[in-house]
């Protein structure tokens, strides 16, 4: 089971972004994308990669945010919940940079 909570990472989300968050990003890839492509407006570089190509039975995912040199990133087994985690972990940082 995930560590994170879908519920709980579209709460941070909303903190965040306000209602600029797509519906259900922590659920769906396809909106998780959408959240991707928020940040990248905000200057983010994103990347999601698969960490277990060739398994038939095993899924882990690391989303990437990167901005001025500063690297988030967070594994986990659903790629949604994996960018969801991390643009909140990208977006925290920037917030206590301001």
Not at 12 to 26: D, F, I, R
Not at 35 to 53: H, R, T, V
Not at 71 to 88: E, G, L, M, R, W
Request: net charge negative; charged share 25%.
């Amino acid at each position: 089971m995930s560590e994170f909570i879908p519920e709980r990472l579209e709460k941070q989300l909303k903190y965040h972004l306000g209602e600029a968050v797509p519906t259900h990003a922590a659920y769906n890839i396809n909106a998780a994308l959408k959240l991707s492509e928020i940040l990248e407006a905000k200057g983010f570089s994103f990347q999601l990669k698969d960490l277990c190509p060739k398994s038939m039975n095993e899924t882990r995912w690391r989303a990437i945010f990167y901005k001025d040199g500063k690297k988030f990133s967070i594994d986990d087994p659903q790629s949604s919940v994996a960018v969801c985690a991390a643009a909140i972990d990208a977006l925290a940082h920037q917030s206590s940079d301001v």
